[in-house]
Each structure stands twice: as structure tokens, then as C-alpha cells.
């Protein structure tokens, strides 16, 4: 089992920055990869960013170099910089595990909002 929480959510001005933050804790030797996806009210749930052991990262096409994804091995932390954000940005950020059992394990998400 692994565990995962998000932080670092909250209300950012159109051009503005946030860092997300998710602490993984139980079985993190298992972890494979792991990544950010988000998901705004009435939408589906879409990629943002996936970094996987020795394969390096993917983004989603819309994320046109604004976002960094990073993981720190040594905190057992996933991070995500986002930059120049825009109102189109706003939604519920979830990080996500998945592990060498094929499990996929999700966080609560964290609320970013882009509004003036």
C-alpha cells in the first residue's frame, strides 16, 4: 500500500506560480512512477505530468513548458512547479503512484485557482 498527500494548493493571480507538493509513505520502494493529473469542474480527468524510474518525464500538450514535475527519491516527494498559470488552469490537482504489483494509487487532490 502506498499513501499519498497533496499540499501547496490555494488561490494564485493569472500569471503566478504554485508549488505542489505529495509525500508518499508506505510501500514507496514498489513505486514505479508517479504523477499529476487534474481535473476541472465538468471536465474528464487529464494528464499534467508523469515521471517514471529511468524513463523520464511526459506532459500534457498543454502544459507548453509552464509546469516542472520533480521527484526527490531522499523525501520520498513528488513536486510540481507551475508557472505562468492561467484561469484555464484552475481544477483539483491529484497526485498518483503505480507500483511494480500494477497498482495505482491516488491522493485527495489539492484545489489550485486562477483567478484575478
Known amino acids: 500500500q502506498v499513501q499519498l498527500v497533496e499540499s501547496g494548493g490555494g488561490l494564485v493571480q493569472p500569471g503566478g506560480s504554485l508549488l505542489l507538493s505529495c509525500a508518499a509513505s508506505g510501500s514507496v520502494s514498489a513505486i514505479l512512477g508517479m504523477g499529476w493529473y487534474r481535473q476541472a469542474p465538468g471536465k474528464e480527468r487529464e494528464l499534467v505530468a508523469l515521471t517514471t524510474n529511468g524513463r523520464g518525464t511526459n506532459y500534457g500538450d498543454f502544459v507548453k513548458g509552464r509546469f516542472t514535475i520533480s521527484r526527490d527519491n531522499a523525501k520520498n516527494t513528488l513536486y510540481l512547479q507551475l508557472d505562468s498559470l492561467e484561469p484555464e488552469d484552475t481544477a483539483v490537482y491529484f497526485c498518483?503512484?503505480?507500483?511494480?504489483?500494477?497498482?495505482?494509487?491516488w491522493g485527495q487532490g489539492t484545489q489550485v485557482t486562477v483567478s484575478s
Open positions: 498518483t503512484a503505480y507500483t511494480d504489483s500494477d497498482e495505482d494509487y
